[in-house]
């Protein structure tokens, strides 16, 4: 099995920590920003196995215009998250991870099926 591709990884743990960041955040104030992690975490948590590279790329962007839009006390960590996430899609690109999630195709045997051996046998 080939080792998970950094998109994964990224939406993996990203979509962890926002997602906590979310439920811990409700504790302190009812900010859109909570609601927007846990969205985007839950969000990560379910895309982690099926389309990490998509969730890379739009999670890097949404989390770095953010980042420039609003660069107060909570900039830093937007800007470490979306530019985590644009570097994981750009490492993702190439790799054979995210390409092939399932198994390798099975090679055919050029041998005749046995009949048809017991056929050419007899003529």
Not at 54 to 65: E, L, R
Not at 79 to 94: D, E, M, N, W
């Amino acid at each position: 099995m080939a080792p998970p591709s950094p998109a994964r990884l990224f939406a993996t743990l990203a979509g962890l920590v926002l997602f906590a960041a979310g439920i811990v955040g409700f504790f302190f104030d009812l900010s859109w920003l909570n609601y927007l992690y846990l969205a985007s975490g839950a969000v990560g948590l379910l895309l982690a196995a099926s389309a990490p590279l998509p969730y890379a790329f739009i999670a890097g962007a949404v989390y770095t215009v953010l980042a420039i839009a609003d660069f107060s006390d909570r900039g830093w960590p937007h800007l470490i998250v979306g530019l985590l996430g644009l570097a994981a899609f750009a490492a993702s690109r190439g790799s054979r991870s995210t390409k092939t999630a399932g198994k390798e195709p099975r090679k055919r045997s050029s041998r005749l099926k046995p009949r048809a051996q017991a056929a050419a046998k007899r003529s």
